[in-house]
């Protein structure tokens, strides 16, 4: 049974009454669910009458088709409304594996072997390439470990490698 969708017009702040037409329930109802969903929390005006708004009216919407349609009990759709509301503000950044990288493990690198295999050969140095820098043993053993975990990442970000 597809429902059609609820257009909710363009305002900022809507009576109970406005979100009970929209949503399809009383107002007994909508009060009963402000107690039971703490993302729900319309605004009180001096009054003392609620004003949702426009957040409010979707979560409202959203409660009505986890209870009513989707059948869940209020614990459950108080999760998983919870469990949504982390997706959304979760960074989006891919799961990369956690890279395990040990010392016996790595080996050199190719990326200063390639440096210096793109110089021209011959008897004397190049004019306009560099040579490598020269560095201590400390100094190169913590370049090569930096240089593995960057070819990891890069071999990581392919995009057509399989994922795991």
Known sequence: MAQEPVVIPEKIYFKIGEVCDLVGVQAHVLRYWETEFPMLSPQKNKSGQRSYRRRDVEVTLRIKQLLYNEMFTIAGARKKLQSE??????????????????????????LFDN??????????????????????????????????????????????????
């Open 85 to 110: 509301a982390r997706e959304i503000n979760r960074p989006k950044t891919p799961d990369l594996p956690a890279a395990t990288v040990s010392d016996d493990t790595i080996q050199a690198p190719t």
């Open 115 to 164: 440096y210096i295999e793109t110089l021209p050969r011959g008897p004397e140095p190049p004019t306009t390439a560099s040579a490598p820098p020269e560095f201590s043993g400390d100094q190169r053993e913590a370049l090569k470990t930096l240089a593995a975990h960057l070819l990891e990442l890069r071999e990581m970000l392919q995009p057509n490698r399989p994922q795991m």
